[in-house]
């Protein structure tokens, strides 16, 4: 690993706590409020707090986001070395569970950094659709036309409820 790409895990890792951190606090003073209200312990409105706050799911979707905005930065940092005139496909899973913004983007077809910057913006490189989002831009050249992961038909079809 480079120093640039921990570096980039660092940052990634960090937004997604500053994310969390007013949900995080609210909770805390919740907690804590009810707690002196309830005349609890310390101790119980520690263990209120800890139960409180994150659950597995959560946790899970705090990692899962973190490392794929990891793999959408280095592909970014590979984006911004490649010529201009690079092509790139919006892949991964078409389904169901897919956001209507990643249908979208995966019904574009193969576009430019400029196109995507311009149609979508400069996030969508680094965060794809959101949290949990299973999808990144990836180099044409670097994965082909890949039917399970890319097929804009299939997105465009989803995308209007068919």
């Known amino acids: 690993m480079t120093e640039q790409q921990i570096q980039l895990l660092i940052e990634m890792d960090i937004e997604v706590w500053e994310a ?3 949900y995080l606090s609210a909770q805390m003073k919740q907690q804590i409020v009810l707690g002196a209200f309830s005349g609890l312990t310390a101790a119980e409105i520690v263990a209120n707090i800890g139960s409180a706050t994150l659950t597995g799911n959560q946790v899970a979707t705090m990692v899962t986001t973190t490392l794929n905005n990891y793999s ?9 070395e490649a010529p201009a005139n690079t092509l790139y496909q919006y892949v991964g899973p078409i389904d169901g569970r897919t956001r209507d913004i990643c249908l979208q983007m995966g019904g574009e077809g193969p576009l430019t950094q400029s196109q995507i910057e311009k149609a979508y913006g400069r996030d969508v490189l680094t965060y ?3 949290y949990n989002c299973r999808h990144a831009w990836e180099s044409v050249s670097a994965v082909g036309v890949m ?16």
């Open 20 to 22: 969390y951190l007013p």
């Open 72 to 80: 959408r930065s280095i592909n970014l940092m590979m984006m911004n």
């Open 128 to 130: 794809g659709g959101g």
């Open 147 to 162: 039917k399970e992961l890319y097929n804009p038909t299939k997105a465009k079809a989803l995308l209007s409820g068919n």
